[in-house]
């Protein structure tokens, strides 16, 4: 027998019994289950909002004036008009509500007034944990990838000059009155508020959909013919001319009202889940031409502007509840009467109390729960992301596709053993493979740039935003499997970085059998034809294109495979999933 058959054998019996730990495992350190505010990313002040128009930037503060100087200028346009003989009788031919729409005899029925409470409850923290995503990349596009001055609004600052600037340089911070929670390159804990609520939400908007159309109350926010058009000018004319129609909204609500309700319910949120959904990296990848053209920056960008919709919206009908008689609003859709009782602001404060004592409890709670949070967060949509995780991502791009440029992220390598790698172009470097495998050895990079390698050109999608296209070049896992045979019992495996985290400890992250079989994971040597940069993860890195981009770790220096990763550092998957509280899963 040879002895690479023994040392064969001797590895078969070994892994026969426990398996041969990484000795990388006794550098990972765990996680807090709170959020510590004095081992976290330190607050920076964004900018007020920039809009660019072609090249220059304008202040979202220069709206204040222009809305108001519109408003202004609209009321006196609209009292001049309403003086008009032909306006006169355009507003008599159409008073506001086409003679065809059908008065609905029944109340406001309890599961629609449930339903709206529901809908503001779940709206607050959907908004607020939106706003604190955005601020962990202040920045939108239109187009594919996230080059810097190609963006069309911020509110940060241009990025800098002359030094090394990571997305996580570039978040926000937001306050804890308006973000959730509120702290800087919080976006795990945002993202599992997000997401959870959105849930509920959506979950809601299910019951609402079919309670409308089984009971008829569809027809009050439906318009059944073309002249709900003009009725609606009529109406605008009405409430900017300051002199307000007559109210029937208990029976039926005006063009107005009924379009505006039309855009909110069935095009802004439908367009809200759509353009959630989107940004996807599994969903995404997998819809090749739709993905394309509904890549992930104008998904984001289309999402912000959907937002825009629901706080006008949410601005215009507030304000219009209590200048046009609020008792009697507050009774229709709080109390389900129509008389001039109280019994709408019986029900209407309390409720609103509690929504601010849940708003104010969001923040604090979050930071002291961290972990609680993350863990229920995983319980809602953890489901959903193993679902997600299921999507084929096999899209690729064309070289014209590939970004010319690509934020740089993560905690550089910072040890004598990364420094010595470097000085010598990393002919030292060893790539050790162990666990629950049949062959368990090391690899040097001339050894694997000798291994077969693979092209492929995608997309990578950051957890804070941000997403470019490179070409990528290095071994495919499943060369690597065929080498290495993991045992049956190996559902894990578990890449270890040169770098530490950002909170000490060596940095991880688990993933799945599945993911290291597909066609497109590989161990990336080379990114746009060139060896990969130490900025984006010389000399190893993984792709894995169904997840983001902090699951594919960079400057890998071990590949152990286990049969589970709960004795792992917290146990949740991965160095940010430990210590900044993402989730294992992340196809979404």
């Known amino acids: 027998m040879s002895k690479s058959d023994q040392n064969t054998n001797s590895a078969v019996n070994k892994h026969s019994t426990p398996s ?32 660019r128009f072609n090249k220059k930037w304008y202040s979202v503060l220069w709206a204040l004036p222009i809305i108001f100087v519109l408003l202004v200028a609209g009321i006196a346009t609209a009292q001049w008009l309403r003086e008009l003989p032909s306006v006169q009788i355009f507003i008599q031919n159409y008073p506001g ?11 406001f029925p309890l599961w629609m007034r449930i339903g709206h409470f529901l809908n503001l409850l779940f709206m607050v923290f959907i908004i607020r944990s939106g706003i604190q995503i955005l601020a962990d990349h202040p920045r939108l596009y239109w187009h594919r990838d996230s080059t810097p001055g190609t963006e069309w609004f911020r509110f940060q600052k241009t990025v800098p000059k002359g030094r090394v600037w990571t997305s996580k340089d570039d978040s926000v911070t937001i306050p804890g009155w308006l973000g959730l929670p509120g702290v800087r390159h919080s ?13 509920l939400w959506l979950l809601n908007g299910i019951v609402v959909y079919s309670l409308l159309f089984y009971t008829g109350q569809w027809q009050r926010i439906v318009p059944t013919t073309w002249e709900v058009f003009p009725n609606a000018v009529s ?58 053209v509904f890549n992930r920056q104008r998904a984001r960008s289309i999402h912000f502007l959907a937002l825009w919709w629901f706080l006008f919206f949410i601005l215009v009908h507030v304000t219009l509840v209590f200048i046009t008689g609020a008792r009697d609003n507050l009774n229709m859709m709080w109390a389900g009467v129509n008389d001039d009782s109280w019994s709408g602001f019986i029900v209407f404060v309390p409720l609103i109390i509690l929504t601010g004592i849940l708003w104010a409890a969001a923040t604090p709670f979050t930071i002291r729960h961290a972990r609680l949070v993350q863990k229920i967060g995983a319980f809602m949509v953890g489901p959903i992301k193993g679902w997600a995780e299921r999507f084929d991502p096999k899209s690729e791009l064309t070289e014209k596709d590939i970004s010319p440029f690509l934020w740089p992220n993560g905690t550089m390598p910072d040890s004598k053993e990364f420094d010595d790698l470097l000085v010598n172009d990393f002919a030292g470097y060893r790539l050790r493979i162990y666990g629950l495998v049949e062959r368990p050895g090391e690899y040097s990079l001339d050894e694997l740039r ?13 957890i804070q935003g941000w997403s470019g296209v490179a070409k990528w070049t290095g071994v495919p896992m499943r ?42 994971t590989i161990l990336a040597l080379d990114m746009n034809e060139d060896p990969l940069s130490v900025l984006h993860g010389a000399p190893l890195r993984l792709r894995c294109e169904n997840e983001l981009g902090f699951k594919m770790v960079k400057w890998i220096t071990a590949i152990e495979f286990v049969h589970d990763f709960a004795d792992l550092g917290s146990g949740q998957g991965g160095y940010n999933e430990d210590h900044e509280f993402y989730g294992y899963k992340m196809p979404i």
């Open 20 to 51: 041969i730990r990484d000795p990388l495992e006794e550098k990972i350190i765990p996680g807090n289950d709170q959020l510590r505010l004095s081992d976290w990313t330190p607050p920076q002040n964004g900018i007020i909002p920039l809009i």
């Open 97 to 107: 509500v086409p003679v065809s729409t059908v008065a609905l005899e029944t109340e």
């Open 235 to 292: 109406i605008a004319v009405q409430y900017l001319s300051l002199d307000f129609p007559t109210d029937k909204s208990w029976t039926k609500y005006n063009s107005l009202q009924q379009l505006a309700y039309f855009i909110t319910v069935f095009v802004a949120a439908p367009t809200s889940v759509f353009t959630g959904l989107m940004q996807s990296p599994a969903l995404s990848n997998h819809l090749g031409w739709f993905g394309r």
């Open 450 to 462: 000798s291994m077969p390698q693979q092209d492929q050109i995608t997309t990578h999608f950051c």
């Open 479 to 520: 060369h690597i499997l065929d080498l290495i045979r993991p045992m049956p019992e190996a559902r894990y495996a578990v890449f270890y970085s040169l770098a530490e985290g950002a909170h000490g400890g060596v940095y991880y992250d688990c993933h799945k059998m599945e993911n290291m079989k597909h066609e497109l």
């Open 187 to 199: 976006v795990g804990l945002a993202r599992w508020w997000h997401f959870s609520v959105n849930t």
